[in-house]
């Protein structure tokens, strides 16, 4: 309760109204109330309208407004509408019954400026206050605002443009979040209305910003989402920006197109305006420019730009055979002094190659040494890890046509990513494993110089063990792989064994992801017909058998997937015997010294193992490749059976 020295001047003035009689003597006092409230804002505000409404102003304000006319409703209006700028007073003047009274002399009235501080009345009623939203859909006031605001869409009395600009705000405050008023407002043609505002009154720098705040209030709501899908509204908003007052359109229209292009549809009827030519130069209009709104408007635009470049349409549009503007620009970009601008161009160029044409003609442009030129100034520790990641996203997506590969190798891209191997981002980690994957893939003498640098093949196995990020885990597993089966270097195969690699393409082999799982097993077979000797111990303590009899034992295995894996054993079972006499060197066992012969080893674990029994019964598979298969295996290990 605020203390009575804080408000006796309130108290004051509140006996002064309750003592006047007459309109004459009201207007004067209530004027006085009025001069008394517009001295403060917020908390100073919040204390004086407490005294008041504990002195009982609202029951004066409510006799006096059921009881007047003329002036001295519309300065209670007044006065009330201030008293309700407080969020304490709100809850109290729906509880004396102020919303169905404004709502019927709102509907009554055709006084412009009385029905202009009905508005704000509201308006503050209902800002951030579900209770006075509630109170206003009970009288089903919505019909009622939005009827005043067609009546006055083109009304050219100068009273009416304030009027126009009090009703969007109260239409703003009494949808906004509030999920029941806002399916209502737009049942009821609120967005159609607020595009006519936009249109009829697109040199009113405020009646446009209000519009569009209260558009902008909608978009969240899948019934808006679907509506603008088939109205005109988002042209009629780019066209703001060909106006004279564009500039001080600009940060709402970037806000509110922000927030639309998350929505697909909506980014291809963006594409059919001219907005990205107008993004364009509000970024150029904005370079050069150090203050922190300049910078902040250009990080909108260029953020925007490479939102609608996420969409098919929008992408090819802007991409426009090589020669778009948007295109043209953003590689620029690359080259420039501005990191976000640098980021938004690898961002937008990473769009632009998700199609194969596209990113042969990128590559056609040159655009391959200007990202690598942007690696090698962020390889430091200091460098962008943003910057880096959306850098080798690009690089990715221009590494996948078959006829960039090459283009890529010799212009050294292996070389100049592999300087971020360094990197504890796991962000950038997954992206710079991606590169290569797609660099390497069905280029051998690429696979073969990766796969022999010991550096990174023992760094590639730390980061098949990163239980944090299942991304970089399974990315680098894949790599492993695709290095031997794309390398069919036995160096390779044997630096793979060294880095205690073979533990992880085992656990490949059980993926749930069937590719991943095709992968592994095409790789252990390759690796066992070339080094067997020398991957036998890693197999065996990699559990080996135990992966084969999953695979074997699942009825869900896809038929592939069982020929591979029985293809794997039956190499295995086939290889010929070392000498007894023949002992491996094994680390782990170096109490013992040596260990002979691990290759018979693993292949009495095969035949031992219950393996036998389960090729058995694949031989009676519905699939024809797999009985094969099954009934091959099985003469094998029959034959290493009968051989102990």
């Known amino acids: 309760m605020a203390e009575p020295e804080e408000y006796s001047e309130a108290v004051a003035l509140l006996e002064n109204l309750q003592l006047s009689t007459t309109q004459e003597d009201l207007l004067p006092s209530l004027d006085a109330v009025l001069s008394f409230l517009q001295k403060f804002s917020g908390e100073d505000l919040d204390s004086h309208t407490h005294g008041f409404v504990e002195c009982g102003i609202l029951n004066e304000l409510y006799k006096n407004l059921t009881q007047g006319t003329g002036d001295l409703q519309l300065k209670v209006v007044m006065v009330l509408a201030e008293l309700a700028k407080s969020e304490s007073v709100r809850k109290a003047c729906v509880d004396k019954g102020f919303v169905p009274l404004l709502l019927n002399m709102l509907k009554s009235t055709e006084d412009i400026t009385l029905a202009t501080q009905i508005c704000r009345a509201l308006g503050n009623i209902c800002y951030e206050h579900d ?9 089903n006031g919505l019909p009622v605002l939005l009827d005043l605001m067609r009546s006055h869409l083109k009304n050219e009395d100068p009273a009416a443009s304030r ?63 679907h509506k603008l899908q088939s109205s005109t509204l988002c042209s ?36 059919d305006t001219n907005l990205s030519s107008h993004l364009i130069r509000i970024i150029q209009s904005n370079t050069g420019r150090l203050d922190d709104g300049s910078q902040q408007t250009i990080k909108m635009a260029s953020d925007l730009l490479v939102l609608l470049l996420t969409g098919d349409k929008s992408m090819e549009v802007m991409f426009s055979k090589g020669e778009g503007l948007v295109f043209v620009e953003t590689v620029k970009w690359l080259e ?15 769009n632009f190659a998700r199609r194969d044409e596209h ?178 111990m890693a197999l065996k303590q990699s559990d080996l058998t135990e992966s084969i009899t999953s695979i074997l034992q699942k009825e869900e295995t896809i038929p592939e997937i069982i020929c591979n894996t029985l293809k794997l054993t039956k190499i295995i079972c086939s290889a010929a015997t070392p000498p007894t006499n023949q002992m491996i060197p094994c680390s782990i066992l170096a109490c013992a010294g040596l260990l002979s012969d691990m290759q018979s080893t693993l292949k009495e674990d095969i035949a031992t193992s219950g393996i036998a029994s389960l090729t058995e019964k694949l031989t009676n598979h519905q699939d024809d490749k797999v009985k094969e298969a099954a009934s091959s295996l099985l003469t094998t290990i029959q034959i290493l059976t009968t051989e102990r």
């Open 163 to 225: 009027l126009r600009l009090t009703a969007c705000g109260y239409l703003l405050n009494v949808t906004n979040t509030n999920d029941k008023m806002l399916e209502k407002a737009l049942t009821e043609g609120a967005l159609d209305l607020l595009e006519q505002y936009v249109w009829q009154h697109r040199g009113d720098r405020e009646m446009c910003n209000m519009a569009l705040l209260a558009i902008g209030s909608f978009v969240d709501t899948d019934l808006c989402q």
């Open 336 to 350: 420039s002094d501005s990191a976000h601008l640098q980021l938004s161009a690898a961002l937008a160029i990473g």
């Open 236 to 271: 009629t908003i780019v066209s703001l920006l060909d106006t004279k007052l564009a500039d001080c359109y600009e940060n709402m229209i970037l806000e509110l197109f922000i927030s639309l292009s998350e929505i697909d549809d909506l980014k291809d009827i963006l594409a």
């Open 359 to 536: 990113c042969q003609k990128l590559v056609e442009q040159g655009i391959v040494e200007k990202l690598l030129n942007v690696i090698r100034a962020q390889s430091n520790p200091e460098g962008d890890i943003t910057l880096q990641h959306a850098v080798l996203s690009a690089l990715r997506n221009l590494a996948i046509p078959v006829s960039n590969k090459s283009v890529l190798l010799k212009a050294g891209v292996i070389d100049v990513v592999l300087c971020l191997m360094p990197s504890e981002t796991m962000a950038v980690v997954f992206k710079l494993l991606g590169v290569l994957r797609m660099l390497i893939d069905n280029q051998e003498p690429a696979a073969v110089q990766l796969g022999k640098n010991r550096e990174f093949v023992t760094r590639l196995v730390e980061w098949c063990d990163v239980d944090e990020h299942a991304g970089v885990k399974g990315e680098a597993t894949r790599l492993l792989a695709s290095l031997i089966k794309n390398s069919h270097s036995a160096d390779v195969m044997r630096n793979v064994v060294k880095a205690d690699g073979i533990e992880h393409l085992v656990a490949m082999t059980v993926s749930e992801h069937v590719v991943m799982q095709n992968e592994a097993l095409v790789a252990l077979t390759l690796i066992v017909s070339a080094v067997l000797e020398d991957v036998a």
């Open 131 to 139: 209770e006075g939203r509630e109170a206003i859909d009970d009288e």
